[in-house]
């Protein structure tokens, strides 16, 4: 197999395609997060299909929090499926009361369940994330590892963005920095830090989601930033809202 990372000139980040040597073999195509793309992207990869392969092209219109124009795909059969496999069915429950997103329960466990959490000032949260990792941890059975601690604003502007440690335990975050097969590179710790952006795609038994703090001027990616981000937690959800925006008051009815 042979990685090739394409860029290109005002591309926001790049992509990694992976292709068989010899571009005349490769038949089937399989596209993942298609919501992510540039328009200009997909048609730089078509210089390396060939006509007769076949593509599959995979997208959540629900976790566009890009808020890119949707990608026209002439000559594709679509099919789409309303089911959330990966969220248990408290957390579905939860988020499907708190946001404007329509699916369908897919997992039939039962989770343990989401817990909300008020905050006045962006300090605060260190406060309030200290103690759910040590009710996780004492009193729910995850361990650090099972934990990740996820923003809803960039990972560079959140108040836990700089901490090395938070409650005592040291934090595993992004460097900036890739490997040689396009890994990112993280920093050695316990909990995991990262943003919403970042994260998507993943997840991890435990999820606080933090700097949950919408803006009223772009309700609708914030939605779906939020939409995303509880959609990542596999078992429990514990959600960090400002307590003076009223965006938050769905979420605050569940203190």
Known sequence: MKLITS??????????????QGTSSSKIFLFD????????????????????ADILWLEDTDQNIYSKPKITLDGFVGYRCPINYRTPESIAR??????????????DLPGLGVGVYGYDKDIDQIKVVTGIIQNLTKNLGFSLDDIAVIACRGANSSIFSNMDKIGGVKVRSYTGDYDSDGNQLLTDGDLV???????????SPAVILVDVNPSGDKLEVSQRILYC???????????????????????????
Do not use: C, H
């Open 229 to 255: 981000g509880m959609t990542r937690a596999t078992i429990r959800l514990d959600v960090v809202v400002n307590n003076n925006n009223p965006e938050n008051t769905q979420f605050l009815e569940y203190i």
């Open 7 to 20: 860029t290109v000139t005002n591309l926001k980040k790049s992509f990694y395609l992976v292709l068989d």
């Open 94 to 107: 939860f988020t499907r009361n708190t946001l404007p997103f329509d699916f369908e329960f897919g997992n």
């Open 193 to 203: 830090f990262d943003s919403v952006f970042r994260f998507k795609g993943k997840e």
């Open 33 to 52: 997060e298609g919501q992510d793309f540039d328009g200009e992207w997909f048609e730089i990869i078509k210089l390396f299909i060939n006509d007769d």
